[in-house]
């Protein structure tokens, strides 16, 4: 076996470099020379983790045929949300807790998915099965993962299991889930420094609805008035992007992860599908959506509905 | 959740129908109401197998869609070897040890497939995480999937992990492997109410190979000679299907279970592709094929290389 890379998705969250790094670290334990890489920059929320921890972020590179055609996946299966060559690539392992789709291999392999709300959870299962240690800041670090996908448990996506793995995790990485998870989620909220393009570009999906093209995006604050104090300037750019990229209607849930609520702002047509799906009324083109933090199970599904 | 059920690939082999009922045994014992059921009647191996264990066949179902919408996979993922309304159905869960293709989900889901030789080989591991004790007959059954898949250990495709795991099964089972796993084997092989089609279409794959349609078939046996004096009658059903379905070249391995060496029986052109892949010269249109008793492993790459 030549040397394996092993990644997550493109644009990473802190689950996608995480899970590579402590996937990487139980397969060098099981004797495969792996390294961890990273399709993209890490983020702030990452950056806080990482330091705190005291472990490097992972290479980022672009392709892959150039160093190994031998690779794993984390945190994702997808072609699209992969690396650029990996139709070249040959997929030995991968680890995920998402759908699965636009997947294909040309031999048998390793595919371990669970409907958990983390890929860190699952690779905690992992080590327990191979008998490995852990050590403290790779525990730290998938435990930063579990708190930052479950928004701090308080995600529907969360699971009992994805609890229990936090707890065990932490009581390795000797740290308090509620204050660091707290800090942790805090620094990827600051969004002072940031375009408007920029926040509506960190963490955004297109999808199909009805004959419509609807753009979500998503920004993660501690005072949502701090992200609509730019309001104006957030939906001119909206507008923008629509025209050029042929979106219908761009939806930005600007979530606050202390009280989990979230606001909607929205800009383009049909707005009303927004109020339909949500039982709302848009004032002034926002609207408060309670108790709503996750666009995979409550807005996307409501907004297809409506349309 | 509604009722579940769990089935293997169509053609159902020992494997297919036995880790169907021992996963649904599993899921049973986890709270989940689960059936086997199978996409095709079990053949004379599989059949020698229940008896011995006293295991009644699971029923046969053309359709799911109508009795229910969620489903469990077991020993296949792909659209076209699964029941014919997969496409309307959920699927909750995939065991396997077969590449990954033409295979999509919705949702999240539990996926489970390692590079073994045997799903049975995997399912015992998940009794084990669950720490669910295995019944004599369940035992017995997932043994004689791994007996069958690996040809008593002699295939390439079989791993340690299958030789342990038939170990442990056996123990339970109370079975000696080797005389009952040759007596199951030799159950397989009694060919001789057999049609010349029947033999052909028991355990038949098509392959594109260049700009040719390769047809595969593989009958097990325990006296190749029997088969043999059959070959005029073969030779007329493989012309006859070339010319009905449009193969260009149709082999037929005749394995020998007890010295693990295959005769290969050949119609349609181009014939050198078959000499050139095994470096051997036909003669009366067959060739001894010396250690050869996996199509996946053995057979389909070299002649793929040779095209």
């Known amino acids: 076996m030549s040397k394996v890379l092993i990644f997550g998705h493109q644009n990473p969250d802190t689950d996608a470099i995480t899970s590579a790094i402590s996937f990487a670290y139980l397969q060098n334990k099981l004797g495969v020379e792996a390294e961890a890489v990273a399709l993209g920059d890490v983020n702030e929320e990452t ?20 160093e190994t055609k031998q690779v794993m996946l984390v945190d994702h299966n997808e ?3 992969s ?45 327990k099965e ?17 708190i930052s996908d479950s928004l701090l448990f308080k995600s529907p996506t969360c699971t009992p299991e994805d609890v229990a793995a936090a707890e065990e995790l932490a009581a390795i990485a000797k740290v308090d889930i509620q204050s660091y998870g707290l800090e942790m989620l805090k620094a990827g909220t600051n969004l002072t420094d940031k375009t408007a393009d920029e926040l509506l570009d960190a963490d955004a999906k297109s999808f199909p609805m009805g004959d419509k093209n609807v753009r979500i995006g998503q920004v993660n604050t501690v005072d949502i008035n701090d992200v609509l104090s730019r309001q104006a300037e957030l939906e001119e750019a909206m507008a923008k992007q629509n025209a050029d990229n042929g979106y219908d209607l761009f939806l930005l849930i600007i979530t606050n992860i202390l009280d989990s609520d979230s606001v909607a702002l ?5 707005k009303e599908k927004v109020e339909e799906a949500f039982q709302v009324t ?12 996750s666009r995979k199970k409550q807005v996307v599904p409501p907004l297809t509905e409506a349309f």
Chains 1, 2 share one sequence.
Request: glycine letters at 6%; aromatic letters at 6%.
């Open 266 to 270: 929205v800009a383009g047509e049909p």
């Open 83 to 127: 690396v650029a060559d990996i139709k070249d690539l040959e997929v030995l392992a991968v680890v995920d807790h998402h759908r699965i789709a636009n997947f294909e291999t040309a031999n048998p392999l390793y595919y371990r998915a669970e409907p958990v709300g983390c890929t860190n959870t699952i690779i905690l299962k992992l080590f």
């Open 130 to 146: 191979h008998q490995i240690d852990i050590p403290a800041d790779i525990a730290g670090l998938m435990l930063s993962a579990i």
């Open 282 to 293: 848009l004032d002034n083109n926002t609207a408060l959506l309670k108790g709503v933090v």
């Open 47 to 66: 950056a806080y983790a990482l330091n705190h921890f005291g472990v490097k972020a992972p290479r980022v590179v672009e392709t892959i045929g150039n």
């Open 79 to 81: 072609a699209q949300q």
